[in-house]
C-alpha cells in the first residue's frame, strides 16, 4: 500500500442513474482509487465504467448493515492506497426487497430496526472505520447523504426514515466536533426530489412544484460532493447544506 494512493470510497452505489454513482464519478478527478460497494453483482460494472487512465474503479459488494462486513470492507481498502474521503450513501431500500410505510401507531419493530440500520447505522459503521484511518494521517473527507425529510419536512408514513435522517444531523455534527483539530471534516447533504429512473410520477410531480419547478439531478449532489471532498472546504465542517430547489422556502401551502 503506498501512502500516496489517494481513496474515496462511495457506499450505495450500484445504481448507474443513482447518486452514489454520480458522486463516485465526480470524485474520480481528484482521487486515484474510487471504491463503491453494494450489495449486488452490478457493483463490478460500476467499477469498470468509471476507470480510466487516471483513476481506478474498484466494487465491493457489501452489506453496511453488517459490522464484520464493514470491518473486512475496510481491510481490503487498505490494500489499495489511503482513505482521504468517506460518502455515506447506502440507505433506503436494497435490491429486491419491498418497502413498507407504516405509520407510527402501526410500525412494527422489526421494521423499524431495519429501517434505522439501513439509513443510519450503516453510516455509523463505515464512519468509525474510516476514522481509525484518518485521524493518524491527520486529514480526511466524511460526507453524509441525509435528506430533507426529518431534517426539514416529513411524510405520512416515514417515522423510520425520517427518523433515521433526523439523527444522521446529530451524528454529522458530532463527529465534526470530535475532530475538528485533525484536519477531518464531516458534513452532509440533504437533498429534495432527485429524479431518478425510479422515481414515481408522483415524486417526479412534487419536484415540478418546488419554485425552481423541476427535480434535481443526481450530478447537482455530485457536484457539491466534490467540493466538499476537496482541500478547499477545509474550514467547512459540521454542516447540513439542503438541496432541494427552494422547496423548503415555501412556507405556506393551500389544497
Known sequence: MSKNVRVALVTGAG???GIGF???KELTVDHDVVVVTSTTERI????KELTSPSCQGV???CDHTDEVAVLELFQKISELGTVKTLVNNAGMVQVGQSEEFPQSHEIE???WNKSIARNLTTALLATRSALAIMRPQRFGRIINIGSTTGFIQ?????VAYA???AAMVGMTKTVALENATLGITCNAIAPGWIATPSSTEEEIRHGSATPIGRSGRPDE???LARYLASEGSSYLTGQIIVVDGGNSLIEGLSR
Open 44 to 47: 463490478y460494472d460500476r467499477a
Open 109 to 111: 419493530l422489526d421494521t
Open 22 to 24: 454520480a458522486i463516485a
Open 15 to 17: 445504481s448507474e442513474s
Open 154 to 158: 416529513t411524510n405520512v408514513g416515514e
Open 59 to 61: 466494487g465491493f459488494i
Open 163 to 165: 427518523s433515521a435522517k
Open 221 to 223: 449532489i455530485a457536484s
